[in-house]
């Protein structure tokens, strides 16, 4: 009886707030934790593992794995998320990253989930890190502990895409300083951002992990492009 008045309740709110898809604005039923319908989520084009960025002799990750390309429905969903405050998101661009990672990735090889820092006054005027709210989900999903404040960004950076290579590593120089360094000391890293755009600011990132006492970094990253 308390499942039957909880299903009346809460197809009688999905009349008064209706659910609806992302993409194409249809209605999806109440129980939806993607808000994609299949059409649109069939859309989506992953990508397959052999097309993660390899690590080279500058890198501090082993590898960055990105889920899709920066472009179509996943595009206006990050965009929606990351600019316009959609935190009701969070749990589909969670899914997506948690449904891409138990498949593509060796996941139970990584020992604690980290994500890219915003500098405070960042953070505070959009009102959420993005990459941090997904790695703690993520980090939900997968059982695996999430290392809040292992990097902190403690200077305000301008954008890195407009940038060439040596502005890139002139505008970050001391920008990133480890945190808490004890949650990932001796521990396989997984790093966690939105978009991998030129790669500057996650290997800066892996860097300061690498070199205050992670066994290794690896990348995630739901999107690639710019």
């Known amino acids: 009886m308390r499942q039957f ?3 009346i309740s809460q197809a009688a709110l999905n009349l008064v707030f209706p659910i609806l898809c992302q993409g194409c604005g249809k209605n999806l039923p109440y129980q939806s934790k993607i808000y994609l319908c299949r059409d649109c989520f069939e859309k989506l084009k992953l990508n397959s593992p052999s097309l993660c960025t390899l690590a080279n002799e500058n890198s501090f ?11 179509g429905f ?9 600019y316009h405050r959609k935190l009701c998101l969070k749990n589909t661009l969670a899914e997506l990253l948690y449904g891409f990672t138990t498949n593509c990735i060796q996941y139970q090889d990584i020992d604690i989930i980290a994500s890219v820092p915003m500098h405070i ?6 009102g959420f ?3 941090d709210v997904l790695a703690k989900e993520l980090s939900l999903r997968l059982n695996v502990g999430y290392a809040k404040g292992s990097i902190i960004k ?8 407009s940038l060439k290579r040596t502005e890139r590593l002139k ?7 480890p945190g808490n360094t004890t949650s990932f000391m001796g521990r396989d890293v997984l790093l966690i951002d939105d978009v991998f755009t030129t790669g500057t600011t996650i290997n800066e990132c892996s860097r300061i992990l690498s070199k205050n006492g992670a066994s290794s970094v690896s990348v995630l990253t739901l999107t690639k492009g710019i």
């Open 171 to 177: 505008n970050l120089k001391g920008a990133f300083v």
């Open 74 to 82: 996943i595009k206006k969903l990050v965009r929606k998320f990351k």
């Open 5 to 7: 008045a909880y299903e």
């Open 129 to 131: 890190n993005q990459s």
């Open 121 to 126: 006054s960042d953070e505070r005027r959009r």
């Open 61 to 71: 990750f082993k590898h960055a794995w990105h889920c899709y390309s920066y472009e």
């Open 154 to 161: 403690q200077k305000r950076t301008d954008k890195q895409i």
